[in-house]
């Protein structure tokens, strides 16, 4: 599919260095401002942000033969070797990835590349394969776990494989329910395509506005409307991708026991075996009816206690969400509401799609209110959700007044969630104590299964040092406090280069050699990602192996 069937091509997607549209961007409101000085003491306010123009990148290591063969095979309009091309596709959205661009040194991939077919893609790998050149598939470049980092490994360039051009709905089929979508279409395009002909997929991630299709799948999104809907790689029933070794159309029937299941060996690669250019996803009718309703509860324990109900009692909200009492504070604040935001207490959001909505309302009110909570009526829920994909941009208020703000997330069991989240929060806490900062840790609960839930953490902090060096030691420590306490090391942020170094520990010995197996057989050369998922040490010696 090309720009005429989806979005436009578009050089710039978000802000070189900020998330999102510029035009959304905001001060802090008054009432952070005030609060801030309270939870972190005095901060420091940072120098000025380096201009686009001030920015200094390496020359480009590509040879013009090579830049002219892929203008050969995607056309000269989408080959760019220009500053401004390449540092928009130096990174992700993380705090570091941001912190990193506000210097005037920086790295970048040595060109961008936009093939408009799948036929493209392919043709991409087989010249990045001959002229040993690493390829960075990217899509919203919404990473927030250093998937988009523009490494080299063993090549001797590396360019951004930029999906956008591939936009748009394929196929729709709506006796069965299922539609086929082009990898760079963005989360906005697939609803308004789907919207047309009366059809949702309805995942809605915070990144929902800018990232894609592929996106989703290539980093096992999930999104708000988890516990009506699922994760995203469940709603995912076949895909199509381009390896350097050749290709796969995966996804015959809606259930089989046709041998391993290969379309989960793709959700969640990262773009270290393939690029994924179609995507498959089971889609349903636009819900006609929408209810919000919002609860507090005495602590984060007793409405962890109403969510584990309502997970196991399948009662039916599609949104089911708990803030603990300190990101309910600040939530609160945010909007003005000071005392209630100097009140003790937990939050939760419920928001009902679809049919059924009264009878499904009534239980999980009844599974709430059996655990402690109160309702609030709709007004904190509804509110929520008119800003429910607006958060990123406070990340960036927040970093220019001088105030570091990282995200961080795991799941884990009932049974051990208490035990997860105070180590999780102790491990932040006392390493930013370690270095002389007061730190604010805040945790929510945003998706629920039957056997236990995610924990997702929000830390603010006054830091006077460095605070990429510091961030980093925290954050690994903090990573190995998530292990030894029985959590994921992720559960929708994915691996990326962030993680690498830590899934070793989660899937094991055996783990890592399939991976590394699966690695040699589609990417012998190693030109995929270098370094991401699978640790830059196993993933160089695997490709020397072969």
């Not at 401004?84 to 990193?100: F, K, M, N, P, Q």
């Not at 988009?148 to 999906?163: K, T």
């Not at 990898?183 to 800018?210: D, I, K, M, N, V």
Request: aromatic content about 6%; charged content about 20%.
């Amino acid at each position: 599919m090309t720009a005429e069937n989806g979005r436009a091509n578009d050089d710039q997607p978000m802000r070189w260095n900020g998330w999102g549209d510029p035009e959304r961007a905001k001060p802090l409101p008054r009432a952070v401002q005030a609060l801030l000085p309270l939870l972190l003491g005095r901060v420091r306010k940072p120098a000025a942000p380096v201009e686009l123009a001030n920015v200094r990148l390496t020359p480009s290591a590509l040879s013009g033969e090579d830049l002219d063969a892929f203008r050969g095979a995607v056309g000269d309009e989408n080959v760019s070797a220009a500053p401004e091309a390449r540092i928009y596709h130096s990174g992700g959205r993380s705090t570091l990835d941001l912190l990193r661009r506000r210097a005037i040194e920086q790295e970048a991939p040595d060109a961008v590349v936009r093939p408009g077919s799948h036929e493209e893609v392919r043709a991409c790998l087989d010249l990045a394969t001959a002229r040993k050149i690493a390829v960075i598939p990217f899509g919203g470049g919404t990473s927030v776990v250093g998937a988009l980092d523009p490494e080299r490994g063993a090549q001797l360039a590396v360019v951004s494989l930029d999906l956008r051009r591939l936009s748009g709905l394929i196929h729709l089929d709506p006796v069965s329910g299922e539609a086929v979508l082009a990898a760079g279409t963005t989360g906005p395009e697939a609803e308004s395509l789907l919207a047309e002909h009366g059809f949702e997929l309805g995942h809605y991630p915070q990144s929902f506005r800018y990232a894609t299709i592929g996106g989703f799948a290539a980093a096992r999104s999930s999104g708000q409307n988890s516990a009506g809907y699922g994760r995203f790689d469940t709603m995912v029933t076949g895909i199509r991708v381009a390896t350097p070794t050749g290709d796969l159309e995966l996804g015959r029937s809606p259930g089989s026991a046709a041998g391993p299941d290969l379309i989960r060996v793709f959700l969640g690669s990262e773009g270290i075996f393939g690029v994924i250019t179609e995507v498959k996803v089971r889609v349903h009718p636009t819900p006609q009816h929408r209810v919000f309703e919002a609860w507090t509860f005495p602590n984060f324990a007793a409405g962890a206690e109403g969510l584990r109900q309502v997970a196991q009692h399948a009662s039916g909200p599609t949104v089911i969400r708990l803030s603990d009492e300190a990101e309910t504070a600040v939530s609160l604040a945010q909007v003005g509401k000071i005392g209630k935001a100097l009140a003790k207490g937990a939050s939760v959001v419920t928001v009902y799609e679809g049919e059924g909505i009264p009878l499904r309302r009534a239980r999980t009110s009844e599974l709430l209110r059996a655990a402690g909570g109160t309702s609030s009526g709709e007004g904190d829920a509804a509110e929520w959700m008119k800003g429910r994909f607006d958060g990123p941009y406070l990340r960036d208020s927040l970093l220019d007044a001088g105030v570091f703000c990282e995200t961080l997330e795991t799941a884990t069991t009932w049974a051990k969630l208490s035990e997860l989240r105070s180590a999780v929060e102790a491990s932040l806490k006392d390493g930013f104590s370690a270095i002389g900062s007061k730190s604010y840790v805040m945790c929510h609960v945003s998706h629920i299964y039957p056997t236990g839930a995610s924990l997702y953490f929000t830390v603010l902090a006054s830091i006077r040092e460095d605070p990429l060096e510091a961030w980093l030691k925290i954050k690994a420590h903090t990573n190995d406090s998530i292990l030894a306490a029985g959590g994921t090391i992720s559960h929708h942020h994915a691996v990326g280069r962030d993680h690498a170094p830590w899934l070793r520990e989660e899937v094991g010995e055996t783990g890592i050699r399939i991976l590394e197996a699966i690695k040699r057989e589609l990417d012998p050369h190693g030109i995929l990602n270098p370094g991401a998922v699978i640790a830059a040490d196993s993933a160089s010696s695997s490709a020397q192996d072969s």
